[in-house]
């Protein structure tokens, strides 16, 4: 089945260390995202990816970054400036359907605690 | 700018009651809105959407909702609640427009289902 693969699922960090969350999709989407969730905030948006070695970024990119090599890959890196990175990350691509709306798919996230 | 607010971060039924979540949207033409739904720990699967092709949309599960420009809604219902239905839900909007269409959250819903 196609999908969009998040690991790991949860993650513990020491204050100062940088970590990196895998994204890997199987799709054939052009056009990733990163989210952050956070309770009672929604989803905000970190970057986004719309073909291979583009990407912008979203609301709130201050201390994360990321890559796009691959199609199939888009991993973020949660840096040491990230000034409270404690939250779940959410990775989607996205789909085009025929009425033209954009239509997202997401991994099932992973939990990054900052000890 | 585009915006969604979700009235209520909580919401309780008991089981075999009517599910209603609101949504209310601000845009500046008319949009694509969406509802998703998330279960603990797991991504956003999107429930159902509206792209003006009927007011009135069905989804899965047994969700539907109905888009009203003159109140600027789309809330969701469904008749019946079951213990399954408990999760978190998101209404979202984007706007139809060529290339990249960012996709707006609001803070989310919480549905408790009370046997």
């Known amino acids: 089945d196609g999908g969009i693969t998040q690991s790991p699922k949860y993650l513990f960090r020491k204050e100062g260390q940088n970590v990196t969350l895998s994204c890997e999709q199987n799709?054939?989407?052009?056009?990733m995202y990163w989210y952050r969730q956070d309770p009672g905030q929604g989803l905000r948006l970190i970057y986004y990816s719309q073909i291979v070695n583009d990407f912008q970024k979203g609301d709130i990119a201050e201390g994360y970054s990321v890559s796009r090599e691959k199609k199939e890959s888009f991993p973020l890196t949660v840096t040491s400036a990230q000034k409270n990175p404690t939250a779940f990350y959410l990775c989607?691509?996205?789909?085009?359907?025929?009425?033209?709306?954009?239509?997202?798919?997401f991994g099932a996230g992973s939990r990054l605690t900052v000890l | 700018a585009q915006s969604v607010t979700q009235l209520g971060s909580h919401v309780s039924v008991s089981e075999g009651a009517l599910v209603l979540l609101r949504c209310n949207y601000s845009s500046s033409v008319p949009p694509y809105l969406f509802w998703y739904v998330q279960y603990p720990n797991q991504g956003l699967q999107l429930l159902l959407k509206y792209t003006s092709a009927a007011t009135l949309v069905k989804g899965i599960n047994g969700f539907e909702a109905e888009f009203k420009k003159s109140e600027t809604s789309f809330h969701l219902t469904k008749p019946s609640a079951h213990m399954s239905d408990a999760a978190e839900y998101f209404c979202a909007v984007s706007h139809p427009s060529g290339g990249y269409q960012k996709v707006t959250f609001g803070t989310g819903t919480k549905l408790q289902v009370i046997p």
């Open positions: 989607a691509s996205k789909r085009t359907d025929s009425s033209g709306a954009n239509v997202l798919t």
């Open positions: 799709l054939n989407h052009d056009a």
